[in-house]
């Protein structure tokens, strides 16, 4: 297949995973991914996806580990250094070294050296998934943070001692001195180089900007290529570990940006849009990538007649309980030592509830998978590289193994699990956002007067579309959701009813025939979609495609004089029957238990009068600035209910942050919609 077609399947199937995911929760999207990938390959023969181990780690682990370097946790990692430090070296190289030998001495098909680079491939962890298990469960928060610092490290260390591994299998040679001293001399220099090269890409951006340089656009591409170029210098031109430094890169530029950013605002809001993209399509692709090459690793690997489907299962499944099983037993005997010997005097007890969250957040994913690709096909001497296919089946099942684990077991383990000091009653963010919007439509109701009615309305249709959109699936499909939804339409059409009853009044009286069909089709086009089936849309969609016609005709311009004669007639028509709606609203409220339902529909049904009453004002000025002063006014409103949320202790530090970030870019995009 066209790599240019492959590479639209794959987007495409990351938009398809997410659309599901939003409906299974409870499954990691990795995991639907990994199924997309599979499927794909039975319903498309020919797809492939070939690509060079150097343009692999460039293309998809420089973008990623530069990204985590530029958030970089320094508070939360320099309190858990020891941890973090030793999970990230010490234990990469046990699991590397004790993971090889159990591999080959359970599969000697497997070469040592090559075990020892399936070993240190399987070592890295990955924070993403657990990241997501992590928003709908509590897990202990000294456990996400070491996940996240570690793998910050591991990343870089488990794949240096993975190229080694391979290094030592394509070349037949291994030296342990010869690799000690050039595993110093790429760890080291990578260092100074990522150091150096960050430095020397930020005092160039500085120098440009001083220069006049100062276009948005070139800024953030420039930024965002920074990895790709620190990468391609430190491993072609000077033969140092290119992984090392885009970590170190993106730690400095963690560093340097606190001092800028404020200065640079539109820059860095630009290139996080375009990190949020790049990283969401790499992430996906990877997973996609695994669930393509599962297929065809299991018909290499079934070709062999020595290994049959039930073997195969029992090796993936005795490799990821020892690598767990590694970090079990390390965790537990660092946890014993922080808490008898030392320095810092407030280390908890060993727990075996804790080692066993820290064992299964070590989820393998990203990392491990472009690691495992990035495996040549052939040898120095030409020789097929041996048993290619078994090794990316064994790290794609440890993979999935994993993450099924973590998914499956975690949310049990999670049930009173409370670390001491830790509170239970801090809200979710989605929940914290949700009354952050209701704040805000309060704050709009409270400001509404008669001059900036219509203004005030349509701001309130804003943030009740963005409260719809924080809700779940779970909850959009729960029972009291439906409920409320089910009432609401009754009510709506009961409303509907009124109208038309006051209309056909009228129409016996002394209403135009003309006049009166053109309410009667358009209280058929409300009733259809406030019944939302599909032949509202159907009729929806066959309304403006007529519209369109008729414009491109140029059929309303005939019919102008006509319609602004008809005109001031139907509004004054259609005012009186929205006012004779809200009028037996009110009465039927008073006896009523769903009062706040039926404030919806008047409130809707108010703000339709107020159009009505002044329609001039949406085209005006006068209303721009209205609907910006209200703007204004709800934003601070909004950072004042976080404030009140975060002192009243209902919502953590971090969730602060985020819904600070989330009110910014509420701000952010009015601003942009303003001035563009």
Known sequence: MDILMTVLLLISCLLISNIVSHYTPFIPTALIQVALGVLLVFIFDDITFDIETEWFL??????????????????????????????????????????????HWMIDDIPLSAAFALAAILSPTDPVAVNGIAQRIHIPQKVLNLVRGESLIN?????????????????????????ALDFSYKFVAGAVLGLVLGLLVIWIRYILRRQGINDVTFQSLLHVMTPFIIFIITEDLLHASGVIAVVVAGIVHSLIRERTETLVAEE?????????????????????????NIPSSMSGVLENPNINEWMLFGYVI???LVILGLRFVWAYLFETYEYRFGKVEDSPKPSLKTTLFVSLTGVRGTVTMVGVLSIPFFLENGESFPNRSLIIFLAAGTILFTLVAATVLLPLLSRGMLEEGEQTDFLDTEEARRRILLASIKKIKAEMDEENEVAAYELMD?????????????????????????????IRLIALDIEKNYIKELQNKSMDKEVYEAFEKSLERREEIIRQNIRSLTVHLQGKLIRAWKRFRGQYLKDEETRLVNMQIGKEVQLGAL??????????KRNSDDKEIIDSVISDYNQMMSGLKRPEAQYNEQFELQKEELRIIVMDASRAE????????????????????????????????RGD
């Open 462 to 490: 804003e943030y009740k579309l963005r409260l719809q959109q924080t809700l779940s699936a779970d909850e959009i499909s729960s029972n009291r959701t439906k409920k409320h939804r089910r009432k609401s339409k009754e």
């Open 58 to 103: 460039l293309l998809f682990i420089a973008p990623l580990l530069y990204n985590d370097g530029r958030h970089f946790p320094r508070e939360e990692l320099w309190k858990m250094r020891g941890p973090i430090l030793g999970n990230a070296v010490l234990l990469v190289l046990i699991t590397t070294v004790a993971g090889g030998y159990f591999i």
């Open 579 to 588: 006012q004779a709606a809200v009028k037996k609203l009110e009465e039927y």
């Open 642 to 673: 976080i404030n009140r949320m975060y002192e009243a202790g209902d919502i953590t530090r971090e969730q602060t942050r985020e819904l600070r970030r989330f009110v910014n870019y509420m701000e952010s995009i009015t601003l942009y919609e």
């Open 268 to 292: 860095q809001m630009l290139a996080e849009n375009i990190w949020t993209i790049m990283l969401f399509v790499l992430n996906g692709i990877v997973f996609l990538l695994l669930g393509l």
């Open 318 to 320: 005795a490799i990821a």
């Open 155 to 179: 990343d870089a260390s488990g794949l240096v001692a993975f190229n080694y591994a391979v290094a030592a299998v394509v070349t037949g040679y291994f030296s342990l001195s010869e690799a």
